[in-house]
Nanobody, 128 residues
Framework: QVQLVESGGDLVQTGASLTLSCAASGRSVRTYRMGWFRQAPGKEREFVGASNWRGGVAYTGAYADSVKGRFTISRNNAENTVYLEMNDLKPEDTAVYYC??????????????????WGQGTQVTVSS
């Protein structure tokens, strides 16, 4: 079993930056695909970005169009932690942010159903 705990959510102003952390425990997620999702009030959960694992290397590069160029995912394998760096935040980024772990490497990394483990979420609120 893997436990995921997000932290770092906050109330910030438009244009601010924020970094979310996702600390994993139970086992190493070094070879897992790690995803970030978010859910705004009254809306469905949506994909934000994913850090994939292939050929012995973890790489990122899969982001939703709405955050591409502003958000970056990184990993610290020694600390079993994944980060979501968010820059130039906008009010429409307001949501509960969740990290998720996929141990099987499913074909659709944008789909929440591919992920085995989820954190409890952390609130990000961007004021205008």
């Amino acid at each position: 079993q893997v436990q995921l705990v997000e932290s770092g959510g906050d109330l910030v102003q438009t244009g601010a930056s924020l970094t979310l952390s996702c600390a994993a425990s139970g086992r190493s997620v070094r070879t897992y695909r790690m995803g970030w999702f978010r859910q705004a009030p009254g809306k469905e959960r949506e994909f934000v970005g994913a850090s994939n694992w292939r050929g012995g290397v973890a790489y990122t590069g899969a982001y939703a169009d709405s955050v591409k160029g502003r958000f970056t995912i990184s990993r610290n394998n020694a600390e079993n932690t994944v980060y979501l760096e968010m820059n130039d935040l906008k009010p429409e980024d307001t949501a509960v942010y969740y990290c998720a772990a996929d141990s099987r490497g499913g074909s659709d990394y944008t789909s929440g159903t591919e992920y085995d483990y989820w954190g409890q979420g952390t609130q990000v609120t961007v004021s205008s």
